[in-house]
Structures are given as structure tokens and as C-alpha cells.
């Protein structure tokens, strides 16, 4: 199941980097977001979320790393509020898809979370929640917080996978 999961993230930055946008998300969306995309891949309008990623900023964090991104700027801040806003106002994207399709057009700064991951940090899953969980996961990753870090994916991945690991999903790491 874990070698899937992998392929598919691959497969899907791999349509990212090749321009294909769309058709990666959509396919992140169909898996590693099918428990809630499943119930609106019918209605779901195509259409206006491709407009909304080419409108809503994520273009800005492209050039940028986790590690060195001023969570606490305000013009940063309010920039991924008006992303996760825009995002999670989507069926079948929501607040734990927004944080992928996110994390895929910018891997190297936005790390993804799910219900487990949310509950385990008490985070909000408001936009402004998800700025606080990025700083926390932030301020943890400074002070060393995160021990043995996968050190071929970037920093914000390997959060991520460290997140999966500890509290989504510890079984299939066993």
C-alpha cells in the first residue's frame, strides 16, 4: 500500500514539473484525497479550480524553502491565508486538500496535514490555523524537535512524512 502512495506522489509532481498541473492534482485529489473527493469528483468544477491556481499566489513560494520562509511576516501570512481560503473552498478539496494541492505546487514549503495530524497538534482548520501549524512545525524543525529526518526529500516532505509516520498512518511504516 505504502509503495503506491509513494508512486502516486511521485506521479504527481512528476505531471506538476511537466506542466500538467491539473491532471496531477487531480489524480493527488482522487487518492490521497479520495475519502472526501470521491463524494464530489461528479460536481466537482474543474473549470474554476484551474482558474483559481493560476489566480490565487502560489506562484510566489515557488522559489522559496520552508526553512527559510518568515512565517511570522504579515504579507507572507495573509498570501497563504488567501491560498488556503481559496482552496478549501472547494468540494472535494476542503481544508486537508488545500494543504496538499499546496504542498504539490510547492513542495519545498507547505507541508501537508490530515484529521490525525490536526488533532496531534491541536491545530485550527481555519487558514489562519494552518499559518499557526506551519510556524509550529517550524519552530519545531529549528529547535530539533523532529528526530531522524529523511534527508532525500525536502524539509517540508520530510515533516510531513516524520507526521505520517508518528500519528496518520504508524502502521504502514511498520
Keep these: 500500500m505504502e509503495e503506491v502512495r509513494n508512486r502516486v506522489y511521485d506521479w504527481t509532481l512528476e505531471l506538476i514539473r511537466e506542466g500538467k498541473v491539473l491532471q496531477g492534482l487531480i489524480l493527488m ?43 511570522t511576516n504579515e504579507n507572507i501570512k495573509e498570501r497563504i491565508v488567501r491560498i488556503y481560503r481559496t482552496l478549501s473552498s472547494f468540494k472535494g478539496v476542503r481544508y486537508v486538500g488545500a494543504t496538499k494541492v499546496m504542498h504539490f505546487i510547492c513542495p519545498d514549503v507547505f507541508i501537508m496535514w490530515d484529521g490525525k495530524i490536526i488533532k496531534r497538534y491541536k491545530a485550527k482548520t481555519s487558514p489562519e490555523g494552518y499559518v499557526k501549524f506551519l510556524l509550529e512545525m517550524q519552530e519545531m524543525y529549528r529547535i530539533g524537535d523532529f528526530q531522524e529526518l529523511d534527508k532525500n526529500v525536502s524539509i517540508a516532505r520530510a515533516i510531513d512524512i516524520y507526521n505520517m509516520k508518528k500519528y496518520s498512518m504508524p502502521e504502514a511504516f511498520e
Design 29 to 71: 485529489l482522487s487518492t490521497w484525497n479520495f475519502a472526501y473527493f470521491r463524494y464530489h469528483i461528479r460536481d466537482f468544477d474543474l473549470e474554476s479550480f484551474e482558474k483559481a491556481l493560476r489566480e490565487c499566489g502560489l506562484d510566489y513560494f515557488k522559489n522559496k524553502s520552508f526553512e527559510d520562509i518568515d512565517f
